[in-house]
Protein backbone atom coordinates (compact mmCIF):
# COMPACT_ATOMS: atom_id res chain seq x y z
CA UNK A 1 0.00 0.00 0.00
CA UNK A 2 2.61 2.22 1.08
CA UNK A 3 4.79 1.74 -2.23
CA UNK A 4 1.22 2.19 -3.70
CA UNK A 5 1.36 5.81 -3.01
CA UNK A 6 4.82 6.37 -3.11
CA UNK A 7 4.47 5.68 -6.75
CA UNK A 8 1.26 7.99 -7.10
CA UNK A 9 3.42 10.39 -5.62
CA UNK A 10 6.00 10.07 -7.97
CA UNK A 11 3.54 10.24 -10.61
CA UNK A 12 2.33 13.73 -10.05
CA UNK A 13 5.77 15.07 -9.14
CA UNK A 14 7.05 13.70 -12.33
CA UNK A 15 3.87 15.32 -14.19
CA UNK A 16 4.23 18.49 -12.12
CA UNK A 17 7.56 18.89 -13.29
CA UNK A 18 6.66 18.51 -17.00
CA UNK A 19 3.48 20.63 -16.89
CA UNK A 20 5.71 23.53 -15.13
CA UNK A 21 8.40 23.10 -17.80
CA UNK A 22 5.79 22.90 -20.76
CA UNK A 23 4.48 26.33 -19.21
CA UNK A 24 7.67 27.96 -18.20
CA UNK A 25 8.64 27.52 -22.44
CA UNK A 26 5.19 29.30 -23.15
CA UNK A 27 6.40 32.30 -20.95
CA UNK A 28 9.52 32.39 -22.62
CA UNK A 29 8.04 31.58 -25.85
CA UNK A 30 5.53 34.88 -25.18
CA UNK A 31 8.32 37.15 -23.55
CA UNK A 32 11.36 36.61 -26.15
CA UNK A 33 10.11 35.35 -29.10
CA UNK A 34 6.67 36.48 -29.57
CA UNK A 35 6.91 39.96 -30.77
CA UNK A 36 8.24 39.12 -33.96
CA UNK A 37 7.10 35.22 -34.37
CA UNK A 38 3.92 36.23 -32.95
CA UNK A 39 1.04 34.08 -30.68
CA UNK A 40 0.21 31.60 -33.39
CA UNK A 41 3.75 31.17 -34.71
CA UNK A 42 2.74 32.70 -37.88
CA UNK A 43 5.35 35.38 -37.73
CA UNK A 44 5.14 38.26 -40.73
CA UNK A 45 6.29 37.02 -43.65
CA UNK A 46 8.45 37.76 -45.36
CA UNK A 47 10.23 40.13 -43.01
CA UNK A 48 10.07 37.22 -39.83
CA UNK A 49 9.43 33.38 -41.37
CA UNK A 50 6.48 31.64 -40.42
CA UNK A 51 7.02 28.90 -37.82
CA UNK A 52 3.46 27.16 -38.04
CA UNK A 53 3.32 24.42 -39.85
CA UNK A 54 6.42 25.06 -41.85
CA UNK A 55 9.27 24.81 -39.31
CA UNK A 56 9.69 21.03 -38.50
CA UNK A 57 10.93 20.76 -42.54
CA UNK A 58 13.88 21.87 -41.23
CA UNK A 59 14.51 18.68 -39.47
CA UNK A 60 14.32 16.75 -42.60
CA UNK A 61 16.74 18.41 -43.90
CA UNK A 62 21.03 18.26 -43.32
CA UNK A 63 21.88 20.94 -41.21
CA UNK A 64 18.39 22.47 -40.55
CA UNK A 65 18.41 20.47 -36.84
CA UNK A 66 21.82 22.99 -36.11
CA UNK A 67 20.27 26.17 -37.85
CA UNK A 68 17.35 26.28 -35.51
CA UNK A 69 19.20 26.37 -32.53
CA UNK A 70 22.35 28.94 -34.27
CA UNK A 71 19.78 31.36 -35.61
CA UNK A 72 20.36 34.65 -34.23
CA UNK A 73 17.11 35.07 -32.38
CA UNK A 74 17.68 31.36 -30.94
CA UNK A 75 20.96 31.26 -29.78
CA UNK A 76 21.43 34.83 -28.93
CA UNK A 77 18.12 34.62 -26.69
CA UNK A 78 18.88 35.58 -22.66
CA UNK A 79 17.68 32.47 -22.10
CA UNK A 80 20.23 29.27 -20.40
CA UNK A 81 20.60 26.34 -22.60
CA UNK A 82 17.82 24.13 -21.13
CA UNK A 83 15.05 26.96 -21.49
CA UNK A 84 16.31 27.41 -24.77
CA UNK A 85 15.41 23.79 -25.96
CA UNK A 86 12.22 23.48 -23.64
CA UNK A 87 11.21 26.69 -26.06
CA UNK A 88 12.13 25.63 -29.18
CA UNK A 89 10.68 22.07 -28.33
CA UNK A 90 7.35 24.03 -27.73
CA UNK A 91 7.83 25.75 -30.81
CA UNK A 92 7.65 22.19 -32.60
CA UNK A 93 4.84 20.90 -30.49
CA UNK A 94 3.00 23.75 -31.02
CA UNK A 95 3.45 24.94 -34.26
CA UNK A 96 5.61 22.64 -36.21
CA UNK A 97 2.12 20.54 -37.22
CA UNK A 98 2.00 18.24 -40.29
CA UNK A 99 5.54 19.30 -41.28
CA UNK A 100 7.45 17.85 -38.27
CA UNK A 101 8.93 14.67 -39.90
CA UNK A 102 8.01 11.31 -38.18
CA UNK A 103 10.17 10.07 -35.28
CA UNK A 104 12.23 13.75 -35.18
CA UNK A 105 13.38 14.10 -31.41
CA UNK A 106 12.78 17.22 -28.96
CA UNK A 107 15.97 19.26 -28.23
CA UNK A 108 18.31 18.42 -25.10
CA UNK A 109 19.96 20.95 -23.36
CA UNK A 110 23.15 19.22 -23.92
CA UNK A 111 22.70 19.67 -27.78
CA UNK A 112 21.90 22.77 -27.40
CA UNK A 113 24.82 24.16 -25.48
CA UNK A 114 27.08 22.40 -28.11
CA UNK A 115 25.15 23.92 -31.15
CA UNK A 116 25.10 27.25 -29.28
CA UNK A 117 29.20 27.19 -29.33
CA UNK A 118 29.99 26.08 -32.49
CA UNK A 119 27.54 28.34 -34.56
CA UNK A 120 28.66 29.72 -37.73
CA UNK A 121 29.50 33.14 -38.99
CA UNK A 122 27.85 33.03 -41.79
CA UNK A 123 24.15 32.24 -40.64
CA UNK A 124 22.69 34.45 -43.90
CA UNK A 125 24.22 31.73 -46.16
CA UNK A 126 23.16 28.55 -44.12
CA UNK A 127 19.72 29.86 -43.81
CA UNK A 128 19.96 30.71 -47.51
CA UNK A 129 21.18 27.13 -48.61
CA UNK A 130 18.57 25.45 -46.34
CA UNK A 131 15.78 27.59 -47.67
CA UNK A 132 16.87 26.47 -51.21
CA UNK A 133 16.26 23.12 -50.56
CA UNK A 134 12.87 23.51 -48.33
CA UNK A 135 11.75 25.42 -51.12
CA UNK A 136 12.97 22.62 -53.76
CA UNK A 137 10.87 20.16 -51.62
CA UNK A 138 7.97 21.89 -50.53
CA UNK A 139 7.53 24.85 -53.16
CA UNK A 140 7.50 28.74 -52.06
CA UNK A 141 8.88 29.43 -48.85
CA UNK A 142 6.48 31.23 -47.26
C1 LIG B 1 13.53 40.62 -33.47
C2 LIG B 1 12.68 39.62 -34.06
C3 LIG B 1 12.87 38.17 -33.61
C4 LIG B 1 12.84 37.66 -32.34
C5 LIG B 1 12.64 38.39 -31.02
C6 LIG B 1 13.02 36.22 -32.48
N1 LIG B 1 13.14 35.90 -33.79
FE1 LIG B 1 13.34 34.02 -34.54
N2 LIG B 1 13.58 34.78 -36.39
C7 LIG B 1 13.51 36.11 -36.73
C8 LIG B 1 13.90 36.28 -38.13
C9 LIG B 1 13.95 37.58 -38.88
C10 LIG B 1 14.21 34.99 -38.61
C11 LIG B 1 14.73 34.61 -40.00
C12 LIG B 1 16.21 34.36 -39.96
C13 LIG B 1 16.98 35.59 -39.65
O1 LIG B 1 16.92 36.56 -40.42
O2 LIG B 1 17.62 35.62 -38.56
C14 LIG B 1 13.98 34.07 -37.50
C15 LIG B 1 14.12 32.71 -37.59
C16 LIG B 1 13.87 31.84 -36.57
C17 LIG B 1 13.88 30.40 -36.68
C18 LIG B 1 14.17 29.60 -37.93
C19 LIG B 1 12.98 29.65 -38.89
C20 LIG B 1 13.33 30.10 -40.26
O3 LIG B 1 12.50 29.90 -41.15
O4 LIG B 1 14.42 30.69 -40.48
C21 LIG B 1 13.64 29.89 -35.44
C22 LIG B 1 13.55 28.42 -35.03
C23 LIG B 1 13.48 31.00 -34.56
N3 LIG B 1 13.62 32.17 -35.26
C24 LIG B 1 13.26 30.87 -33.21
C25 LIG B 1 13.20 31.94 -32.35
C26 LIG B 1 13.09 31.81 -30.92
C27 LIG B 1 13.06 30.48 -30.17
C28 LIG B 1 13.01 33.06 -30.40
C29 LIG B 1 12.89 33.46 -28.96
C30 LIG B 1 13.81 32.85 -28.02
C31 LIG B 1 13.10 33.99 -31.52
N4 LIG B 1 13.20 33.26 -32.68
C32 LIG B 1 13.05 35.36 -31.40
C33 LIG B 1 13.14 37.13 -35.90
C34 LIG B 1 13.06 37.04 -34.52
Known amino acids: MRS ?3 ACVAVFLALGIALTAQAGARLDYT ?5 CHRAGGEGAPPDVPRLRDRVGYYLEIPGGREYLVQVPGARQA ?3 DAE ?3 VLNFILDEFAGGSMPAGANHYAAEEVAAL ?3 APTDIDAVRRRLEA ?4 RHGAAY
Not at 133 to 136: K, Q, V, Y
Open 4 to 6: TIE
Open 31 to 35: LNCMG
Open 78 to 80: PLD
Open 84 to 86: LAA
Open 116 to 118: RAS
Open 133 to 136: ELER
